[in-house]
T-cell receptor, first 112, second 113 residues
């Protein structure tokens, strides 16, 4: 099965600074790389994803970069705002093999 | 609202009792999942099912059981064999198409009293 590691486990940044969270995986056949955001007391929701034929994807202040050779992908949040405070999870998967393993999560705190 | 409904939102169980958590989806997704969330532990997979009448153990299946009699439904039973059942339980579903985004229910917070 997929071994997923996520770093750091906690991250505090000043409002307006950037935040980067890294996800390392073991299954070289993984081809779908999503990031989920879970606000306090809420369900996780997809915020951005990338497929293995793309190296980078950007959506306003968030971006995801993929390094398939090194088997890791990262979430980048620029110009952080207090509403970015949440727990972020990665969950790399491959089609047809549906055991979905999540990283342990990164608790991001944006300090106003 | 996301197409996945978990009930109840809060559940209290006495020690030694079995309890069943409900999960229903109307997204026509093939695969359904149960995760347990404890503080600082992330999302740990309990059971998952890719098709009706079939399911597989996840990483922490001991003390839990599931059934998948209908595509729309994937109930989780927390048995008395689960030694530490107090946690937040999340159900999710995924289509088996090219987009494998997971959709989550609102969660059930189970407390043993």
């Amino acid at each position: 099965g997929e071994n997923v590691e996520q770093h750091p486990s906690t991250l505090s940044v000043q409002e307006g600074d950037s935040a980067v969270i890294k996800c390392t995986y073991s299954d070289s056949a993984s081809n779908y790389f999503p990031w989920y955001k879970q606000e306090l007391g809420k369900r996780p929701q997809l915020i951005i994803d990338i497929r293995s034929n793309v190296g980078e994807k950007k959506d306003q202040r968030i971006a995801v970069t993929l390094n398939k050779t090194a088997k890791h992908f990262s979430l980048h949040i620029t110009e952080t705002q207090p509403e970015d405070s949440a727990v972020y999870f990665c969950a790399p998967t491959r089609g047809g093999y549906q055991k979905v393993t999540f990283g342990i999560g990164t608790k991001l705190q944006v300090i106003p | 609202d996301g197409g996945i409904t978990q009930s109840p939102k809060y559940l209290f169980r006495k020690e030694g009792q079995n309890v069943t958590l409900s999960c229903e989806q109307n997204l026509n997704h093939d695969a359904m999942y149960w995760y347990r969330q404890d503080p600082g532990q992330g999302l740990r997979l309990i059971y998952y099912s890719q098709i009706v009448n079939d399911f597989q153990k996840g990483d922490i299946a001991e003390g839990y059981s599931v059934s998948r009699e209908k595509k729309e439904s994937f109930p989780l039973t927390v048995t008395s064999a689960q030694k530490n059942p107090t946690a937040f339980y999340l159900c999710a579903s995924i289509t088996t198409g090219s987009n494998t985004e997971a959709f989550f229910g609102q969660g059930t917070r189970l407390t043993v009293v």
